[in-house]
């Protein structure tokens, strides 16, 4: 039974940082691409990040240059750095395990449950 669980998320000042991560069990963790998703309030789930089992990402543009995503495949840890934070970041934020199409993109297939990030004063 593949299970992901976050943990991380918090209250944070506007230009703060956190750092979420993510344990993935019950599965080979190394050859899975993984990414992390966020949803606001009324708001579409967002793809933030994502991560290729060779360890290239892509973000979002909305968090490029602030949020690194990384992998460690010994750890079985998805760990995302959030930098310069802003109210707009706001949203809980999920781990996946999925796969990438020949177009590039990337699908999930499993998630996590969750984990709230407010950025406020």
């Known amino acids: 039974q593949v299970q992901l669980v976050e943990s991380g998320g918090g209250l944070v000042q506007p230009g703060g940082s956190l750092r979420l991560s993510c344990v993935v069990s019950g599965t080979r963790f190394s050859i899975w691409p993984m990414a992390w998703y966020r949803q606001a309030p009324g708001k579409q789930r967002e793809l933030v990040a994502f991560?290729?089992?060779?360890?290239?990402?892509n973000y979002a543009d909305s968090v490029n240059g602030r949020f690194t995503i990384s992998r460690d495949n010994a750890k079985n840890t998805v760990p995302l750095q959030m930098n310069s934070l802003k109210s707009e970041d706001t949203a809980v934020y999920y781990c996946t395990a999925g796969g990438i199409s020949n177009s590039g993109s990337y699908s999930p297939a499993y998630w996590g449950q969750g984990t709230q990030v407010t950025v406020s004063s």
């Open positions: 991560i290729r089992v060779g360890g290239s990402t």
